[in-house]
């Protein structure tokens, strides 16, 4: 990839192209080139302050030194290197911005920025500095639709509603328990990536190439420095192992999964036929030739945005699969960017549900009018019949099922008098009334008090602890935050005072 021989072809040296080739240049290297400039450039900056302040504080850099280096660095215009248009002349970024370094400090100066360091621990270093802020971000909006949901939770808590199970109604519950179930993947979500970013954020700086150098650097000097917790010790492991990115993907993966499935319940709450969701006029789109026409388009805009960072999570893990374990371009150059797409796609997927259902309405009316019909809380009969007379659930249920296969319309009371018609006649003395109060919704729900059920008493304790659980993982997030906002100007005026 780095020489500039020649003598290929036969030995025909005039038929060959010098470095780099302009098909090499123009199908990679000017695609490396854009995609760090946009994605690394701040990231390799920092590197660069953080690792001439330790080598001067190992005595490895003179003090001299270490002020023309910090002192071009911090010179440098990152908005002129973001624009400018690869030409081959160098082979990436790193060599650009050394250019730009050698004008401002000289090439002697410049040159020992590089001491101790190589391309494949400051290209992990940037990758994982990235990686962390997107988790981060990620995590931010996330917390804002879950605090969307919480909100709704808390107000239709006793709001009623049907259950499904495959597709077809099956029993009562409420909006709140509904809404709870997806907020649990959500904070299940928020596990996965506050344990994920803490094996993100460990330094592989100081592994050099792949078996850290023979200067007393100090790798937890810019472990400190940079903002991480830690280090990926084995020098071998900094460039080799690649679970670091495969595991933010598979979480990312994980995490759209379940946003896509919850969406796709929205679109389906939001057709004429169900009716329970009602987006804002802000989150509808009309027809061209269908006057009558509001379509849930961004609803449809954050399933796609899902599945593409689904699938491009998943694209990433397999361009890793069966790659050697050692420092190899495959996880690098042309996959950083994959990376990135994934997690700007989930972030847009997630920003996008939380505005569309910020404002959106639901109609509990129809919900709690759909809850009572199809014979939905024929289960608690059965159950009330097994409390009531003692008689097996398998009875039980068998007396209710031929009512309900029997019954010509979908009238709770004359279901009520069917069934306790044949409770008598098979000799268990049950009162109308229990039998009728047992169709109830309302009775429905009350009763289903155990942990993790719709009733009040079961509910309110989970949204009370939802809230609870909010709030630490937002002030987990923001303390993260604020930490590596700190760790970065106290890195800048750390290079400042050398300049003193």
């Known amino acids: 990839m780095r020489s500039n021989d020649t003598t290929g072809n036969g030995g025909n040296a005039e038929s060959t192209s010098k470095f780099p080739a302009d098909v090499y240049r123009d199908t990679v290297l000017a695609h490396v ?51 400018v248009r690869y030409d081959g002349s160098v082979e990436d970024l790193f060599f650009y911005v050394e250019t730009e370094l050698a004008k401002a400090a000289g090439a002697d100066n410049a040159g020992r920025i590089h001491t101790a360091r190589s391309r494949n621990d400051l290209d992990l270093t940037m990758y994982r500095m990235t990686l962390r802020q997107r988790l ?11 605090q969307t949901l919480l909100g709704f939770a808390q107000k239709y808590r006793d709001a009623i509603m049907p259950a499904y199970t495959h597709n077809q109604p099956a029993q009562p519950t409420t909006l709140g328990h509904f809404l709870m179930a997806y907020i649990e993947v959500m904070e299940r979500d928020a596990e996965r990536v506050i344990s994920c970013y803490a094996r993100v954020n460990r330094s592989p700086l100081g592994a050099c190439a792949i078996s850290t150098t023979g200067f007393s650097i100090d790798r937890h000097m810019t472990e400190e420095a940079l903002g991480f917790r830690g280090l990926v010790t084995n020098s071998y492991g900094a460039i080799a192992s690649v679970d670091y990115v495969a595991e933010a993907c598979s979480v990312l993966a994980t995490a759209m999964l379940s946003l ?71 996880g690098e150059d042309s996959l950083q960017p994959l990376v990135a797409l994934a997690f700007a796609d989930a972030e847009r997927s997630t920003t996008l549900l939380a505005g569309a259902l910020s404002e959106a309405t639901f109609s509990v009316e129809r919900m709690r009018t759909r809850a009572g019909t199809s014979f939905l809380t024929v289960t608690e009969l059965a159950d009330t019949l097994v409390r009531s007379t003692g008689m097996s659930f398998h009875q039980a249920h ?58 009040k008493s079961a509910l309110e304790p989970e949204l009370q602890r939802a809230a609870s659980q909010l709030e630490r993982d937002a002030n987990w997030l923001n303390a993260e935050r604020e930490y590596l906002s700190a760790k970065q100007s106290n890195l800048m005026k750390a290079a400042q005072a050398q300049l003193l």
């Open 33 to 83: 080139f854009a995609d760090a400039q946009r994605l690394f450039l701040p990231s390799l900056i920092e590197c660069d302050l953080a690792h001439v302040l330790m080598l001067t504080k190992q005595g490895i850099l003179s003090q001299e030194q270490a002020a023309a280096c910090l002192r071009a660095i911090l010179s440098l215009d990152l908005a002129a290197i973001s624009a």
């Open 136 to 146: 981060l971000d990620l995590l931010g909006s996330a917390l804002a639709l879950r």
């Open 260 to 330: 896509g499935r919850f969406t796709q319940e929205m679109l389906l709450w939001s057709t004429a036929e169900f009716g329970y969701l009602r987006l804002s006029e802000g989150y509808v789109q009309i027809s061209s030739i269908m006057p009558q026409k509001r379509n849930p388009v961004p609803l449809e805009h954050t399933r796609i945005l899902a599945s593409r960072a689904l699938t491009e999570s998943q694209s990433v893990l397999g361009s890793l699969h069966n790659t050697p374990f050692t420092d190899m371009n495959d």
């Open 398 to 455: 068998g007396i209710v099922s031929r009512s309900v296969r029997h019954a010509t319309s979908d009238d709770n009371d004359a279901l009520a008098l069917d069934v306790h018609r044949d409770v008598i006649a098979a000799g268990f003395d049950v009162p109308y009334a229990t039998v009728q109060l047992a169709l109830d919704p309302e009775n429905f729900i009350a009763v289903r008090g155990i942990e993790g059920g719709p009733a």
